[in-house]
């Protein structure tokens, strides 16, 4: 006899290996943005025009605007993998300590994974998201510096090698303060958004389907909700936590001039105005919820047929 098996149950190297593989893709198509943004973060009056300009005279174009794309791949790959192992397990921990109405599945849904409350969503995304950061932080580093125009390492082995010698172990860790303020808050809000989007959506559609007579909501659609569910998250979170994001630029990029989080803000406030904190907006909003609904419509959809029957 067949047995069902929950997606929210899959076990965790199915987890792993559909974040893995929705991180990477998503980093290998967004590079570009990624890259742009850096180049515009990196200075106090930074131009797009002007860092697109620089990229066209460049006699590889594409190599150019994909320069980082290895350790941006290993960082967002495995940041994906993590994270989202890290959310599930912790999930399954809300759930043994929850009780049943906490922790439901939308019959018929979009949705792969469990249904909690808001609370639960904003906590396990903060946690998950600083975990992951953490584990990943010199990747992270390595990434930056290898998209901004300050440094030219021929690669990712020679970078480390001198983020070592120039500021030892501690190097690595450059603007994680900054990166754990922007993305433990921002990782928990972006699930509570990202969920109740979809939930609200779930239940015009589905409303729909029972009109015609069918009692699921099919793939494409799931897919489709889910994707737009990420899109209105993405942007929502990025746009919240920008400043900390190109205070985590500078301080990764010049870790001598830029030591901390309130100097660097203080000194970009200074020398550029409010504005040096909005750098890169635009780019990172676009990057960040064109990542987010591709890794986690990926992401569910992997899950959703690890469902079908054994």
Same mark, same amino acid.
């Not at 950061?133 to 990747?139: A, I, K, S, V």
């Not at 580093?141 to 090698?161: D, Q």
């Not at 109740?196 to 793939?219: C, E, M, P, Q």
């Given at each position: 006899m067949n047995e069902t098996r929950s997606p929210a149950r899959a076990k965790p190297g199915l987890h792993f290996a559909s974040g893995l593989g929705s991180g990477i893709a998503s980093a290998v198509i967004l590079q570009p943005l990624d890259f742009l943004k850096t180049r515009v973060q990196q200075t106090g009056r930074p131009s797009l025009s002007a860092c697109l300009r620089d990229a066209r005279r460049s006699s590889q174009l594409i190599r150019t605007l994909w320069r980082g794309t290895v350790p941006s791949a290993l960082r967002? @790959?495995? &940041?994906?993998?993590?994270?989202?192992?890290?959310?599930?397990?912790? *999930?399954?921990?809300?759930?043994?300590?929850?009780?049943?109405? !906490?922790?439901?599945?939308?019959?018929?849904?979009?949705?792969?994974?469990?249904?909690?409350?808001?609370?639960?969503?904003?906590?396990? +995304?903060?946690?998950? *998201?600083?975990?992951? @950061?953490?584990?990943?932080? =010199?990747?992270?580093?390595? #990434?930056? *510096?290898? !998209?901004?125009?300050?440094?030219?390492?021929?690669?990712?082995?020679?970078?480390?090698?001198? $983020?070592?010698?120039? %500021? +030892?172990? *501690?190097?690595?860790?450059? &603007?994680?303060?900054?990166?754990?303020?922007?993305?433990?808050?921002?990782?928990?809000?972006?699930?509570?958004?990202?969920?109740?989007?979809? #939930?609200?959506?779930?239940?015009?559609?589905?409303?729909?389907?029972? %009109?015609?007579?069918?009692?699921? $909501?099919? &793939? =494409?659609? /799931?897919?489709?909700?889910?994707?737009?569910?990420? $899109?209105? /998250? &993405?942007?929502?979170?990025?746009? $919240?936590?920008?400043?900390? %994001?190109?205070? #985590?630029?500078?301080?990764?990029?010049q870790p001598h001039q830029f030591r901390n989080i309130w100097q660097a803000a203080s000194v970009m406030v200074a020398q550029d105005g409010f504005r040096s904190l909005w750098n890169g907006l635009a780019l990172r909003m676009s990057r960040k919820a064109l990542s987010s609904a591709l890794a986690w419509t990926v992401y569910e959809e992997l899950i959703r047929k690890s469902s079908v029957t054994a």
């Open positions: 967002t @790959g495995f &940041g994906s993998a993590l994270y989202l192992t890290s959310l599930n397990a912790i *999930r399954q921990h809300v759930q043994q300590m929850g009780d049943a109405e !906490e922790w439901r599945r939308e019959t018929g849904g979009s949705s792969a994974l469990p249904d909690l409350t808001y609370t639960a969503n904003l906590v396990s +995304g903060a946690m998950a *998201r600083t975990i992951a @950061g953490f584990c990943l932080m =010199p990747l992270t580093v390595i #990434k930056v *510096r290898f !998209e901004s125009s300050l440094y030219s390492y021929p690669s990712m082995i020679a970078a480390a090698r001198e $983020i070592q010698r120039a %500021d +030892g172990l *501690r190097g690595f860790f450059s &603007g994680f303060g900054a990166t754990a303020i922007r993305d433990a808050p921002s990782a928990g809000m972006y699930v509570v958004i990202y969920e109740s989007f979809k #939930k609200r959506i779930n239940s015009w559609v589905f409303t729909s389907y029972l %009109d015609t007579g069918h009692a699921t $909501i099919s &793939g =494409p659609v /799931a897919s489709s909700i889910n994707f737009s569910s990420a $899109i209105v /998250a &993405g942007a929502a979170c990025s746009a $919240i936590s920008n400043p900390f %994001d190109a205070i #985590k630029t500078r301080i990764q990029l």
